[in-house]
């Protein structure tokens, strides 16, 4: 029996190209002024992108059942609801105003 037959594995340098590729337009992105709104999006995108190469290529996840896969996905999925929920609370300057009101009460009073 001829033992030829060997299995494809995935080319760890194309993979590798790809992350560094991903991670040069992170910083790309990060660098020009932008919306805080915008820049997070395409942030937790590109990063989104990069662990996904990382679980299915190097944790060898691609290969993987079915069942694995939806136990990745759920964490995941709940994870970007989260982020996506919040992003109106972590984006506002309300919140900072309510921070440095009583601040400045504390000064004025300290003052006259």
């Not at 340098?13 to 709104?37: C, H, K, Q, R």
């Not at 997070?40 to 996904?52: E, M, P, R, S, Y």
């Not at 309300?94 to 006259?112: Q, Y």
Request: aromatic residues 8%; hydrophobic residues 55%; negative net charge.
């Amino acid at each position: 029996m001829a033992q030829n037959e060997h299995k494809e594995h995935p080319k760890y340098m194309y993979i590798f190209l790809w992350l560094a590729i991903l991670t040069a337009i992170e910083v790309g992105v990060a660098i020009p002024e932008y919306s805080v709104v915008l820049k997070a999006i395409l942030l937790i995108g590109l990063a989104c992108g990069k662990a996904f190469l990382v679980a299915a290529y190097f944790m060898h996840l691609k290969l993987e059942k079915r069942t694995l896969a939806i136990i990745v996905i759920i964490p995941f999925l709940i994870c970007v609801f989260l982020v996506i929920m919040l992003m109106p609370d972590l984006t506002t300057d309300s919140r900072l105003d309510e921070v440095a009101k009583p601040a400045a009460e504390v000064a004025d009073t300290n003052g006259n």
